[in-house]
């Protein structure tokens, strides 16, 4: 399995709550990549919660810090990278991302609701309908989740082992033949 990739980077991109995080550290951890998590990584650089870079700074300023940070792991080999939601939107974030293999990971707007009920740590679903905001920010990425070199869609009883094993058994139809 660690030969699969050839060292190349696997980039997950899709809506927050689609599981990125949890897939993206069972792929590592199936194939002897290490994981990073861009989100995480950015509020290790700032000091301070994505929730508050977007009270404080906004999110033009958290969009800055998500690139500088995606240029920086970029550099790196052997690496599952969970990116977060919107990371797309940033036209030349998508030079960073082809450096790798880009899986977008999509599930119906229902399991994100579902998942995201609790989930008081996004600033993006702040919001008084929560269900439109997913929608309307779904249907402004899912034409850039769309250029992903992979498209996984998530069911709501597939576990995120299986979503994994699915990527896997894929990879190999999207990876050019030597």
């Not at 030349?92 to 119906?108: E, K, Q, T």
């Not at 600033?123 to 990425?141: G, T, V």
């Amino acid at each position: 399995m660690t030969n699969l990739l050839k060292g190349v980077n696997l980039y997950l991109i899709g809506m927050m709550g689609v599981g990125k995080t949890t897939v993206g550290k069972l792929l590592a951890e199936k194939i002897g990549y290490r994981f990073i998590d861009t989100d995480e990584l950015i509020t290790k650089v700032a000091g301070k919660s994505i929730n508050e870079i977007f009270a404080q700074n906004g999110e033009t300023e958290f969009r800055q810090l998500e690139s500088n940070v995606l240029a920086q792991v970029c550099s790196y080999t052997k690496l599952i990278i969970a990116t977060g939601g919107g990371i797309v939107t940033q036209q030349y974030n998508w030079s960073y991302l082809h450096h790798g293999l880009i899986v977008w990971l999509d599930a119906p707007i229902p399991i994100l609701l579902e998942r995201l009920a609790e989930d008081h740590t996004r600033p993006l679903l702040q919001d008084s309908d929560p269900e439109a905001k997913l929608r309307n920010l779904l249907e402004q990425r899912q034409p850039l989740y769309s250029q992903a070199d992979l498209h996984i869609t998530i069911q709501a009883t597939e576990t995120p082992e299986e979503i994994a094993t699915h990527i896997l058994k894929t990879i190999p139809n999207v990876i050019k033949g030597e």
